[in-house]
């Protein structure tokens, strides 16, 4: 833990580095990762706008600050949207579920 931050910081993002308030990570960090997750547990949907708005955010604060370092699109897209699409169960479509549909309707 960052021990120049107060202990009751959340893991938050500062604006325009994109960088954790707490821990000093890229942000979403771990811990970020971890509380949004269960902050929008409920509404997995909520949670893919919230981090595109971020996405967003980020990629013009950071082109503002220093357009050659912004990195790739690609990687940018996998640090705000790529690890909830791999850790919500709730976007997963089952192969067989698919499978099945279509055997049905034929």
Known sequence: ANRLAPTGVEHLP????????????PWPCG???????????EVPVSLFLYLASCLHDAIDDLHRLNPSVTGSAADMFDRFLGWPARDTHAYRVSTTGAASIEEASS
């Open 31 to 41: 811990g970020a990762k971890l509380a949004l997750l269960a902050e929008y547990r």
């Open 14 to 25: 500062m604006r325009p580095l994109w960088l954790c308030r707490r821990c000093g990570q």
